[in-house]
Nanobody, 124 residues
C-alpha cells in the first residue's frame, strides 16, 4: 500500500515563498513517477510538476520561473514555490504512478496513488 504524506502547506502573503513536501513509502515501482497537483476552487485538479526516479523533472510551462521541483534519494518530492499569488491558493496533492511515463501532460486520472493534500492559502 503506497502512502504519500504531504506537508508544508500554510497561509502566506502574496509575493512570498513556500515549500511543500511529499514523503512516500514504501519504496517500490509505484513511486517511479511522482507528481504535484493542485485543486483550486471550482477548477479541475491540475498537474504542476513531475519527478521520476531517474532524475527527470518537469514543471508546467506557465509555472516555470516560480515553481521548481526536487526529488531526494529517499523519494521525498518537494515543490518550491516563490512569488506566490492569490490564484495559487488551493489544496496541493502528491500523487504517484508505476510508470516511466511521467510528463506534465498526464491528467489526474492517470495516477492511482494520492496523498490527502495540504492547504496553501495566499492572501493579497
Amino acid at each position: 500500500q503506497v502512502e504519500l504524506v504531504e506537508s508544508g502547506g500554510d497561509s502566506v502573503q502574496a509575493g512570498g515563498f513556500l515549500n511543500v513536501s511529499c514523503q512516500a513509502s514504501p519504496v517500490s515501482h509505484n513511486l517511479a513517477c511522482m507528481a504535484w497537483f493542485r485543486q483550486r476552487a471550482e477548477k479541475e485538479r491540475e498537474v504542476l510538476a513531475t519527478a521520476d526516479a531517474w532524475g527527470n523533472k518537469k514543471i508546467v510551462r506557465t509555472l516555470r520561473g516560480r515553481f521548481t521541483v526536487t526529488r531526494d534519494h529517499d523519494h521525498t518530492v518537494t515543490l518550491q514555490m516563490r512569488d506566490l499569488r492569490p490564484e495559487d491558493t488551493g489544496i496541493y496533492f502528491c500523487a504517484s504512478r508505476p510508470s516511466r511515463q511521467c510528463g506534465v501532460d498526464l491528467g489526474h486520472n492517470r495516477y492511482p496513488h494520492w496523498g490527502r493534500g495540504t492547504q496553501v492559502t495566499v492572501s493579497s
